[in-house]
Structures are given as structure tokens and as C-alpha cells.
């Protein structure tokens, strides 16, 4: 049985508002057996999907108690991940998915049955219960709203859970996908009889199929009883007419009504309610079949995370093409202004000569000669460094920001932090060395090689395009939306350049107080010292006013960036960010 005691969730108000709080949920009181199907219904902003995630524990209620099967939810010991199902409004699974593949993904990041002979069985067995088996092969993207609502069920379904909570699952559908579903949440609420369902809906239109309807006013329960009653207890001839007859009274005077014949109508429910499933001296149910499913360990999370995220990525020739222009085309994008390839530096002569005019002009030529060298070899190095930055936005500002919602279910469910984000650090850790260390050898072979260690270079590469995808990654995961991640990642990659000091000087106070921030400066600066030993050094010098630094304080400074890019990454990742 869920029970709440009056359950309450205040919160600040926002700035300019008279009240310093604002009341989300205010004494909301009810039990519900198991083996039962209710509704919470109420007008927008009511409170019923607040109340939901406050169930689900995504919210935590600031007063009151809340008990499953007699026990304190927010003292003792949390719901397991697999004895909760929660079904968001929104979408829950990848476009370029499969249902069947979906479904898998699902039973794989949340039980220990891949590998087994149960696998297969229990994946066919939750797409019958769901009527999904004959679009098992269909790819998400081309569902309809009532199958994908199907589809949430099933996702959730995996580890047959004794609480399911649907948000909102039969919104936005047609009168018949709307029955259908309902339909469906019956059948799931009896399929188990430790199951509790329930499902939060605008709609008054199918009220009849659930065994109890909760009405939300303002952030309190006004009712909860049999639908059939609903209408003598608001005295409206019709179900679509109590949401108008609200308006009629204040909030406080519907509570008041409500406590004085609570308890009526939750014994009427009690005693409608299906026989509660017994139990042994120590609390627990005598059926063992339906204890919750225990969760992979987490290198079985990774494999399963980075297997869906490749197929993916190859199933989408939009990404695939643009990540094949950016590693061939921006290596020659850099080698254009290089074609005729880097000539080597003549020495000036030592010997005077006895006229003046001649030497004069030498020495000229010798600048000049060393200014379009040093010019030409410190820009190819930032272009390489610019581009590799470039691309390194790209690949993961949108990482985690896009598929946030997805994220935030399967936490719920048992999703480890760690290994998600080790699975984005393996699957773009592949596009971080394929694109710098192609970028670095491709232009070196063109160019004649560049001066200076190869080796270095390429090192200086690598880790600057991981500092920034490692950085970027780190935005995606605190942002809530795609664009935002987006925006802020191209922000960060345009002030590369202007102030990394490789066009124009920056004032010294301000280089000194920027550079720490700016990884293109320390990849450029790093590479251009490994050339210390070639006579190109001092050409470079000669161009370039900003101090360069040492190779491997360059790389150290870059494996900071890199640290931080991964707890950024992984603070954001394990924060909440419900809708």
C-alpha cells in the first residue's frame, strides 16, 4: 500500500514575489492498495505531476510522510530502482532505435539477464504485454504517439516493477489510442498483484477504467474515491464539469469538504481493493518471483551505453558525413596555405663584405625571409590547433544535452553516473585521436614536415582536443537544453584564437589572466617551442611578442583543462534536471 501523510513541498518563491515561499503541495493525505489502477487528475498547475515525482522520490516533500508497504520513503531506505517504473510526458527513447532494440537497451542497463537463457524470453514477453511484438523492428522515430506511450511502458516494464507512475501517458492522443492505453495500464495493474499504477491526466474522458480518481486543486487533495462518485461528490451532471465547479469555491474550503468525508470514501476503496499479498515474519512478500531485479555491474552498463551510442552514430549519415568532411577537409583547409611547402631557412653570412649597400640588402632579404617564415609556421600551427578545437565542440557540445531526458529516466532507474560518463569519455576519446593525430600527420606530409618534434606536436594536439571536448562535455552536461550547450561551446571555441595571443599581442596584465583559461594557447605555445633546436625558432620569435612556454608545462596545464572538463562532466551528469 503507498500511503501519504500529510504531504507537503514548499519552495522559494521567485524574486519580486510578495511571499518569500511558494506552496507546491500543501497536506495531500490518501492511501491506495495494490493491485489498483488511479488517476490523478486537476486542472494545469495543479500539482499532479509535482505530487508524482515527489512518489517517484525525483522531488523530496518538505513535510509530512510518505510510505510504501510501511515504510518511511524519505527515512529509511529508498525505493530499488527496480521495484519503481516511471513513465515521463516526454519522449524516452532514441529516434534511430529500434522498439525491440530500445527494449533491450533497457533490460540490458537495468538487469543482470543479458548473457542468460532468460534474456530472450522476457524481452518477447514484454512486447506481447505492451502490443508492440509486430513493431518490434520499427525504428522509433516513425511511431505514433500512442505507440511510443506503449513504448515508455515497456522501457519501464523490464524490471516488473510494484510501482509504476505514469506522467501524463495518454495526453495529446486520439479518443481510441486513449482508451487503448488505458486499457493497457488496467491490464499492467492487475498483471502484478504487488503493482500499483498510477497515472497522472488532464483528460476526464476515460475515468471510468480506473479503479480511483485523485483530484488536485492548487496544490491540494480535494477527492479520492471510485470515479462513479465523482460526479455526486462535485454535484455536476458530467465528468468534464468538475474542473469548472473548482473555480467555484476557494482551495481552502475544498479541503476543508474533503477532510470531512475523507474517510468515507477511502474505506469504500479498501474494501473494493484486491486481497494485499502476505507476507513473512520478516516483512517481506512470500512471493520471490517478484523481487526486484538486481542491477549489471558497471562495466556491463559501459558496454551497453557505448554499443547503443555507435549504432547511432552510424545509423545517422547526417553525423557521419559532417565528421568525415571535418577529418579530411580541415587538414586541407590548413595545408592550402602551405602548398608550395615550407622552405628551409638560409643562414646569413658572417663574412663582412665591402659593400655596404649589398650586405644591407642580405640582411633585408634574410628578414624578410624569417618574418614570412615565422609567420607562415606559427599560423599553420594555430590553424591546425583552431580547427581541432572546432571539431572538438562539435562532437560534444551536444553530447549529453540531448538526450538529457532519456539520461534523467535512467538514473531512475539504476543508471550509474560513472559509467555513463566513461561511455561519452570512450566513445568521443575515438574522434579526439582520429581527427588530431590525422590533422598533425596529414599536414606534416604535405608541408614537408613542419619544424620541430612530430611527436610532441601531435601529443599537443591530442591533448587540446581533449581538454576542449573534455570542457564542452562538461557544458552539455550542466546545460538543460541542446542549444544552450551549443551556443556557449561556440562561444568558448571563438575566443580562442583573439586571445591566445598568436595574431596580436595581448597587454601583458591581461595575457596573464586569460592564458590559463585559453587551451589553444598552450597547444600552440608548446608546439612552437618544440622547435627551439631548428632554425626556424628564432624566425617564430621574431612574429610573435607573446612568451611561449615550455612543452610539458603546456601538456600539464592541458591535462588540467582535461580534469576539470570530466567533473564538470560528471557533476552535471548526476545532477537533476527534470523538466
Not at 532505435?97 to 538487469?111: F, G, I, Q, Y
Not at 531485479?293 to 552498463?301: A, D, R, V
Not at 568525415?324 to 622552405?343: E, H, Q, Y
Amino acid at each position: 500500500m503507498l500511503e501519504a501523510n500529510n504531504v507537503g513541498l514548499e519552495v522559494d518563491a521567485p524574486p519580486g514575489s510578495e511571499e518569500e515561499s511558494l506552496h507546491l503541495l500543501q497536506e495531500v493525505a490518501f492511501s491506495v492498495p495494490q493491485g489498483h489502477l488511479m488517476a490523478i487528475v486537476g486542472p494545469s498547475g495543479c500539482g499532479k505531476t509535482t505530487l508524482l515525482k515527489v512518489i517517484a522520490g525525483i522531488v523530496e516533500q518538505t513535510n509530512g510522510e510518505l510510505k510504501w508497504e510501511g515504510r518511511d520513503l524519505k527515512e529509511e531506505e529508498d525505493l530499488h530502482p527496480g521495484e519503481l517504473g516511471y513513465v515521463p510526458q516526454f519522449s524516452v527513447a532514441h529516434d534511430l532505435l529500434t522498439v525491440e532494440e530500445c527494449v533491450a537497451n533497457s533490460m540490458s542497463l537495468r538487469t543482470q539477464l543479458p548473457g542468460t537463457d532468460e534474456f530472450e524470453p522476457k524481452l518477447d514477453k514484454v512486447l506481447e504485454l505492451t502490443g508492440l511484438t509486430e513493431l518490434a523492428e520499427r525504428r522509433v522515430k516513425v511511431l505514433s504517439g500512442g505507440q511510443k506511450r506503449r513504448l515508455g511502458l515497456a522501457l519501464e516494464l523490464v524490471t516488473n516493477p510494484c510501482l509504476l507512475l505514469c506522467d501524463e501517458v495518454t495526453s495529446g492522443l486520439d479518443p481510441k489510442s486513449e482508451r487503448e492505453i488505458t486499457d493497457l495500464l488496467k491490464v499492467l495493474s492487475r498483471e502484478n498483484p504487488r503493482r500499483l499504477v498510477i497515472n497522472v491526466t488532464h483528460s476526464l474522458a476515460s475515468l471510468e477504467a480506473f479503479d480511483s480518481v485523485l483530484v488536485m486543486y492548487k496544490g491540494r487533495l480535494v477527492y479520492h474515491g471510485p470515479p462513479k462518485l465523482l460526479t455526486h461528490y462535485f454535484t455536476v451532471d458530467h465528468p468534464e464539469e468538475v474542473y469548472l465547479r473548482l473555480t467555484q469555491r476557494d482551495t481552502q474550503a475544498w479541503h476543508e469538504s474533503w477532510q470531512k468525508k475523507r474517510e468515507y470514501y477511502e474505506k469504500m476503496l479498501l474494501e473494493s481493493a484486491p486481497e494485499q499479498p502476505k507476507r513473512r515474519d520478516d516483512g517481506e512478500p512470500e512471493d520471490e518471483t517478484i523481487s526486484p531485479e538486481e542491477l549489471p555491474g558497471l562495466f556491463s552498463q559501459v558496454f551497453t551505453l557505448l554499443h547503443r551510442r555507435w549504432t547511432i552514430f552510424r545509423r545517422d549519415s547526417g553525423q557521419v558525413w559532417l565528421h568525415l568532411a571535418m577529418l579530411f577537409g580541415f587538414p586541407l583547409l590548413v595545408v592550402i596555405f602551405a602548398l608550395d611547402g615550407i622552405k628551409p631557412l638560409k643562414q646569413l653570412s658572417q663574412r663582412q663584405d665591402s659593400n655596404m649597400l649589398y650586405e644591407l640588402q642580405q640582411k633585408s632579404e634574410h628578414m624578410v625571409q624569417q618574418l614570412n617564415a615565422g609567420g607562415l609556421v606559427s599560423g599553420l600551427v594555430m590553424l591546425q590547433v583552431v580547427l581541432v578545437t572546432l571539431m572538438a565542440s562539435n562532437n560534444a557540445a551536444r553530447e549529453i544535452a540531448g538526450e538529457r531526458l532519456i539520461l534523467e529516466r535512467e538514473k531512475l532507474g539504476g543508471l550509474s553516473t560513472t559509467a555513463y560518463v566513461i561511455s561519452k569519455v570512450f566513445f568521443l576519446g575515438v574522434f579526439v585521436l582520429a581527427q588530431s593525430v590525422w590533422m598533425g600527420i596529414f599536414v606534416d606530409m604535405v608541408t614537408g614536415g613542419l619544424p620541430g618534434h612530430l611527436l610532441t606536436k601531435l601529443v599537443l594536439l591530442v591533448l587540446v582536443s581533449a581538454a576542449m571536448t573534455s570542457v564542452c562535455l562538461g557544458i552539455s552536461a550542466m546545460c538543460r537544453t541542446p542549444e544552450k550547450a551549443t551556443i556557449l561551446s561556440i562561444y568558448l571555441v571563438g575566443f580562442q584564437l583573439p586571445l591566445s595571443g598568436a595574431v596580436l599581442s595581448l597587454p601583458d596584465w591581461i595575457e596573464g589572466a586569460v592564458n590559463p583559461f585559453i587551451a589553444a594557447f598552450w597547444a600552440w605555445s608548446g608546439s612552437l617551442r618544440s622547435m627551439s633546436d631548428t632554425a626556424f625558432y628564432d624566425a617564430v620569435k621574431r612574429v610573435t611578442e607573446t612568451s611561449l612556454v615550455s612543452s610539458e608545462l603546456a601538456a600539464f596545464v592541458l591535462l588540467a583543462h582535461i580534469i576539470i572538463g570530466l567533473s564538470m562532466t560528471y557533476v552535471g551528469s548526476k545532477g537533476s534536471q527534470w523538466e
